[in-house]
Every structure is written in structure tokens, then in C-alpha cells.
């Protein structure tokens, strides 16, 4: 189908063992399904928290854009990079003096432009900006320019995730959830053409809670006290979601969600 357009969009990749699983994974992927865009989340590249440029080029050899959410400041270095390379993007909805923007627009070999929004919601979260309002203001200028756009949406609650699926609903291609580092099962296509899934979840550990080595998460629950949290090296894993767009319409034709799981042990 030549108006057809692939989307491979991964979650959130977790520290130097997201990143390696990446690397054996990846490929695989895109001999599967040959993807006109890859987007990954990026934003716990760096450590399992925030994101730095050296770590940011290096994804970027491998993906095609790189999404984040609230740790994406967290390196103080990502603040300049962030001004540099658009391809990493911050969302859309922090107030405008921030460093970076929320909206790109790719364009694949063969010349299908595809448009990714990053927004970021409220609920248990920094209260910047309204998510909803910015996602307005941001599609005007992305329908100028193309039909098909991908939304990562970085919320907590999945009631916020699902308020923005259903209220994008028929304006953009997919609505992703990130964040919550877990796989939810309820991708679909929505009833006005916007594919959705609350949380497409991580590349990182497996044996972990939310990609932090099980043993520094629990402890931290148990005292009540800040913790140095490491990536899980274990267990590790590889989740993202296939989706398929019809260009002309910009509706979403199906989602799928994948999971590779890998089993490694030993030290990084």
C-alpha cells in the first residue's frame, strides 16, 4: 500500500542496559517490519535518570526522534543539547522560556513527513502548563504541514492518559502513554481513527521495579528515604508498539503492541 505509513514506537529506555538491549534488539525490529520512523523515549537514558548529549547522539545513531517528560532537565548538559539537536524534543506544555521544543517533523526517505507531538500531563506531576490546551495550539501548525502525527503523552495517571486519547480521538494518528515504565494491554484503534495504548513501557530490566535494581526501590519504600537508584541489569527487556497509519487520512489502520525478553546476568 504506498499511502501506508509504519510507525515503531518504543518505550522508555532505561539506563546503559536499556540501552544495550536496544542495540541487540533494535535491528531485529527493523528487518520485521521496516519502519518509515523509529521514536523512542530517551529521558532515563542517561544513568535512569535524565539524558546527556553524548548518550543523546548515541540513541540517535539508532532511532530516528527521541522523546522525553519530566527528567528530561534533569542532566544540567541536556539544557543546551536540548537547543541543538531538535530531534530531541521536550514537552510541548513547559512554559515557553524553557530550552527545546515539543514538535518535529520527520521526513523518511521516501518523503512521508510525519509529525511527533511530546506533551506531558498534571496529575501527580509538575503542574506546568495545560496538556490539552497546548495540544491545540501545537496540531494547528503540525496539520499544515502533514496528516500523520504521534503523540507521547508522559503522564502518571492512566485516567489523564486516557482523557487525552479520547479527547485527540480523530485529531492525530496515535496517542502513546509513557512514564509508568509499564506495559498496559489495551492498545487499540479508537472509534474516530487514533490508535492508542496507556503505557507502552520500557527497555531496560525486567527483574527491576519500573527498571531500578528491586533491592534500592524496595529499601527506599521501607525507610521512607531518598535512595540512589541504579538501573537493573537483569531480566532485560524490549517493549514498543507497531503502529500502521493511512497517509492521506492521517487514521490509524492498526496497533500492535511487541515484547522482546532477553535473559542476562553478570555485570554490566
Known amino acids: ?130 496538556p490539552f490546551r497546548v495540544a491545540d495550539e501545537e496540531l494547528k501548525r503540525l496539520k499544515e504541514i502533514t496528516s500523520v502525527i504521534i503523540v507521547d503523552f508522559h503522564a502518571e495517571a492512566t485516567s489523564e492518559k486516557q482523557a487525552m486519547g479520547w479527547y485527540l480521538d480523530g485529531k492525530v494518528s496515535a496517542v502513546i502513554g509513557t512514564h509508568t515504565h509499564v506495559t498496559t494491554a489495551d492498545e487499540r484503534i479508537l472509534p474516530q481513527g487514533t490508535a492508542f495504548i496507556t503505557d507502552v513501557g520500557m527497555v531496560g530490566g525486567l527483574d527491576s521495579v519500573i527498571g531500578i535494581r528491586r533491592e534500592l526501590a524496595i529499601r527506599r519504600f521501607l525507610t521512607g528515604r531518598p535512595q540512589r537508584l541504579e538501573p537493573a541489569k537483569t531480566g532485560l527487556f524490549f517493549s514498543g508498539v507497531f503502529i500502521e497509519v493511512d497517509e492521506p487520512s492521517g487514521k490509524a489502520l492498526s496497533i500492535k503492541r511487541e515484547i522482546i525478553k532477553e535473559e542476562e546476568s553478570g555485570k554490566d
Open 1 to 130: 500500500m504506498p499511502d501506508k505509513i509504519s510507525i515503531l514506537f518504543l518505550g522508555d529506555i532505561i539506563g546503559r542496559p536499556g540501552r544495550k538491549v536496544l542495540k541487540r534488539c533494535l535491528p531485529s525490529f527493523i528487518e520485521k517490519y521496516s519502519p518509515s520512523v523509529v521514536i523512542a523515549n530517551g529521558e532515563n537514558a542517561a544513568g535512569g535518570i535524565g539524558i546527556t548529549e553524548e548518550i543523546g547522539r548515541e540513541l540517535l545513531a539508532q532511532v530516528d526522534v527521541l522523546t522525553s517528560g519530566n527528567h528530561v532537565f534533569d542532566k544540567k548538559e541536556a539544557e543546551s543539547y536540548l537547543d541543538r539537536e531538535p530531534r530531541l524534543l521536550r514537552p510541548a506544555n513547559y512554559p515557553s522560556p524553557n530550552p527545546g521544543k515539543g514538535t518535529y517533523i520527520f521526513e523518511s526517505n521516501e518523503g512521508k513527513k510525519v509529525g511527533i507531538l511530546n506533551l506531558q500531563g498534571r496529575v501527580f506531576m509538575e503542574s506546568i502548563d495545560c
